[in-house]
């Protein structure tokens, strides 16, 4: 419930700017993607400028978060090799519990062995 209404007070406002920025931005830009001929470009977009800001935004965020995330490969290498590092210490902690609580019964080649008379 609580994360409801917060996401109502921040999306709501945020749609809202987003939209106005909308409107105050809809003339066509051209976005030229040939940088040595700027009168008549090879690859060139016709497009809204908020469009333009947007799809910039866009893709700076994700640039950003691409950045981050292989950065972040030292740690998470550790994270998985401690995992198994921990993985490895229950199982051995169970192990061991195992053969403590084993039946004290002896072996079945101490049945088997003669007595010495």
């Given at each position: 419930?609580?994360?409801?209404?917060?996401?109502?007070?921040?999306?709501?406002?945020?749609?809202?700017?987003?939209?106005?920025?909308?409107?105050?931005?809809?003339?066509?830009?051209?976005?030229?993607?040939?940088?040595?001929?700027?009168?008549?470009?090879?690859?060139?977009?016709?497009?809204?400028?908020?469009l333009v800001i947007l799809l910039a935004a866009i893709a700076g965020v994700a640039a950003g978060g691409a950045a981050t995330w292989f950065r972040q490969r030292r740690w998470r290498r550790a994270a998985r090799r401690h995992e198994a590092e921990a993985r490895a210490a229950r199982s051995q902690l169970d192990d061991s519990k195992v053969s403590r609580f084993a039946s004290p019964l002896p072996s079945s080649n101490a049945l088997l062995r003669p007595r010495a008379e």
């Open positions: 419930m609580l994360r409801k209404i917060f996401n109502g007070l921040v999306l709501l406002p945020l749609a809202m700017v987003v939209v106005i920025f909308a409107v105050a931005n809809r003339h066509m830009a051209t976005v030229s993607f040939d940088p040595f001929d700027s009168t008549d470009p090879a690859l060139s977009l016709t497009m809204p400028l908020f």
